[in-house]
């Protein structure tokens, strides 16, 4: 399998996943300096000029940390980019990090043969992120340097299929590279990606449970005392099926047993009159989050959360008697 010069440095082969509203300058720092891939959603960063201010000043501290330490360098960095015709913002988004030369571009809900080239055209890789096997030989057609299958139980916005029959299909045909996303939150899970032909793992909702990750504290508690029967899995938020914890739909005076259906027709990444995303309550009052959270046993600093993950991996790597 095929491995972008890029990602192949990695301390762990992990990708923080870009989260909505929670992934900002602070957090992916945090993770790229573990020597993980962190990433963030363009529009997080809103208005739209504060794009320009934090890719400045990721830039620029993760290349003062490479001076600093060049025996153990920063991962690269990505940037997300809502691919839906609602999103009104992609075009200068794509400017600003044309600008800073983001060297990894996450797409999500569309894939275009144009974004894709724009961002070939300043050195970067894009990868893009798919619910099944169709989605994903249409995102390759289109020019999408990587895979990333989001599998049964990933956080937010995700498929119904497992992981293994995802990879299995997507293996069949492509041998680039793949971030697998659902539910890993332990090296023990990253190694089970790998095993399964993954090259990473895409991880989520354990990040959101550091100090540097922009969530609410009663968010970050939920992910450490919830399990994975606390997952709801609903269209209803955004027109899309996604996981969300059960004790946010509650205290939005919803049951969660017995949510409408949403419509895809209503999902609007626009943003209204006071430049906020039209559908920031989805993400700020309705907590996205994966199956995977059970393994999450407390808030900690991405640092700790990675060194415990890369334990975790080495020891699991030990007991199928591979090499650590």
């Not at 790229?32 to 960063?45: D, E, I, Q, R």
């Not at 023990?188 to 990750?213: H, K």
Request: hydrophobic share 40%.
């Amino acid at each position: 399998m095929s491995v972008p010069a890029i990602l192949s440095r990695l301390r762990l082969p992990v990708i923080g996943s870009p989260l909505f509203i929670i992934s900002g300058p602070d957090l992916v720092i945090a993770q790229c300096k573990a020597g993980v891939v962190g990433s963030f959603p363009a529009l997080n960063a809103r208005p739209q000029g504060l794009l320009d201010e934090w890719l400045h000043r990721i830039t620029e501290e993760l290349a003062a940390h490479n001076r600093d330490n060049p025996d153990r360098p920063a991962a690269p960095f990505a940037v997300n980019q809502i691919v839906h015709k609602s999103n009104d913002r992609l075009d200068a988004d794509l400017a600003t990090c044309e600008k800073w030369q983001v060297p990894i571009t996450i797409t999500s809900l569309g894939a275009r043969e144009e974004l894709n080239q724009a961002v070939h055209n300043w050195g970067g890789i894009t990868m893009h992120d798919v619910i099944d096997d169709r989605f994903a030989r249409k995102a390759i057609e289109k020019g999408a340097d990587g895979l990333i299958p989001v599998a049964a139980g990933a956080g937010g916005h995700a498929g119904r299929l497992s992981p293994f029959a995802l990879i299995s299909e997507i293996r069949q045909w492509f041998d680039g590279p793949v971030a697998l996303s659902g539910s890993i939150a332990t090296g023990d899970a990253v190694l089970a990606a790998q095993a399964m032909g993954a090259d990473f793992a895409y991880i989520g909702s354990p990040f959101i449970a550091t100090e540097e990750a922009n969530a609410d504290e009663g968010y970050k508690n939920g992910i450490v005392e919830g399990r994975a029967s606390d997952i709801v899995y609903s269209n209803l938020f955004t027109g899309v099926h996604g996981n969300y914890l059960r004790g946010s739909i509650v205290a939005a005076g919803l049951d969660p047993d017995n949510l409408p259906e949403g419509d895809y027709k209503t999902m609007n990444f626009g943003q209204n009159s006071n430049g906020e995303p039209a559908k920031a309550k989805a993400w700020r009052d309705i907590w996205g989050s994966g199956q995977g959270i059970g393994a999450v046993q407390k808030v900690e600093s991405v640092a700790d959360r990675i060194d415990r993950m890369e334990r975790e991996y080495n020891a699991a790597k030990a007991r199928i008697g591979l090499a650590a």
